[in-house]
């Protein structure tokens, strides 16, 4: 325990995939506006929760500095996903191709819903890593579950207040915006407390396979900071 990863291990780059995975398929389910006990959601909330369980699992096993990595890798493949789709959707379909409107409506993002998106996502996301790793710090290690919600409320709480006012500013009414970022931040923190259970297992499980536990000491908390060490 406690020893310096230089290099990524295995476990680390199934993770990561998992986390671009997760990060991608939100975007495309976003596309579709849900109903949820009369609240109206974006089909992202399905999986986009999970990316911010995966950002405390590798903060809490290799440290800020792997979750930075993760982070900016995972925004650039998703950056890399969104290129793609609008290159695709803007080049015309064959004369037999009839589903243009079906195709855009999933993969023609707009270029303010992009900007809010990504935006949202690194400022969301280095949020939580950054009070995961300063919590787990002055804590010594103690109180996971207090620190894996508390990293999830604040990073939900940056991401909605960043998406939603440029995504629907002038789209949606403007009273209406308190009450979607409200409850995006208290449904996706709910998910976070439904699957604390497993996440306390699998980051036990996988710092015992790693043999790590990592304390943030001494370290630059600059997002443009990019090392393998953590």
């Known amino acids: 325990m406690g020893k310096k990863v230089t290099q990524v291990s295995m476990l680390f780059m199934l993770t990561g995939i998992l986390f671009t995975v997760c990060l991608i398929t939100s975007n495309l389910l976003g ?32 440290g800020y500095g792997k979750t930075r990595l993760l982070i900016w890798i995972g925004f650039l ?44 996502f690194l400022t969301g996301s280095f949020t939580n890593a950054y009070v995961m790793s ?31 006012p440029l995504a629907f500013y002038g789209v949606v009414p403007l009273s209406a915006l308190p009450v979607m970022m409200f409850w995006q931040v208290v449904l996706k923190t709910a998910y976070e407390i439904l699957v604390l259970p497993i996440t306390i297992r699998v980051v036990a499980k996988v710092k015992q396979m ?21």
């Open 210 to 230: 790693e043999g790590v536990d990592t304390f943030d000491d001494n370290i630059t908390y600059n997002i443009f900071h990019l090392s393998l060490k953590s």
């Open 134 to 164: 300063r919590m787990k710090v002055q804590s010594q290690g103690r109180n996971f579950s207090a620190r894996a919600i508390l990293s999830t409320l604040f990073g939900e709480s940056i991401d909605s207040l960043v998406f939603f």
């Open 77 to 120: 493949t998703n950056f890399l996903f969104v290129t793609l789709c609008a290159l695709c959707d803007a080049i015309p379909g064959a004369p037999f191709w009839d589903n243009d409107a079906g195709f855009h409506a999933i993969f023609g993002l707009a270029p303010r819903i992009a900007f809010a998106s990504f935006l949202a």
């Open 31 to 62: 596309t579709k506006q849900i109903s949820v006990g009369g609240i109206t959601l974006t089909g992202g909330i399905i999986v986009f929760p999970i990316t911010y369980i995966l950002n405390d699992c590798v903060c809490e096993v290799w």
